[in-house]
């Protein structure tokens, strides 16, 4: 199973009712395209929604690294210093200071307490942190009005 945010297809509501349940080991993924970006803004984002939602961050990080990799048959990502030197981004949880808003694909928003934010990027060994800290640059967030 994968959640695939998308134009349409991602709801709190759903979301919510759906975690209160035992379900399989699951992927989440932005589903980016130029329709959904207003919804979607970036994996952080869709990250941060199904945080805010409920899902404890051990399964909200399972979701986006261990498990997606299971998927494809894949080596289990991070299972080694190299692997975490070599191709990573690092992300920080942070407290939504800044009262921004996340919205679903029907629209409905929610303010939640906490944000997962891209911090810095590892490629090919090259640590780097990102230049612009804002919310609204590192990771497609609305601040609400």
């Not at 207003?38 to 929604?49: I, Y």
């Amino acid at each position: 199973m994968d959640l695939a945010h998308g134009f349409s297809a991602f709801s709190f509501d759903v979301f919510k009712k759906a975690i209160a349940h035992p379900l399989p080991p699951f992927t989440i993924s932005s589903d980016l395209h130029s329709r959904s970006w207003e919804f979607v803004g970036s994996l952080a984002k869709t990250m941060s929604k199904t945080l805010a939602c409920g899902l404890s961050l051990p399964d909200v990080i399972r979701g986006v690294t261990v498990n997606p990799a299971r998927v494809l048959g894949e080596a289990e990502p991070y299972s080694g210093w190299e692997t975490v030197t070599d191709d990573s981004t690092l992300f920080r949880l942070v407290k939504n200071t800044d009262q921004t808003m996340l919205v679903d694909s029907l629209g409905v928003k929610i303010l939640p307490e906490q944000l997962i934010l891209p911090y810095a990027t590892i490629r090919h060994g090259e640590y780097r942190v990102l230049e612009n800290q804002s919310l609204e640059a590192k990771a497609g967030f609305i601040p609400s009005y």
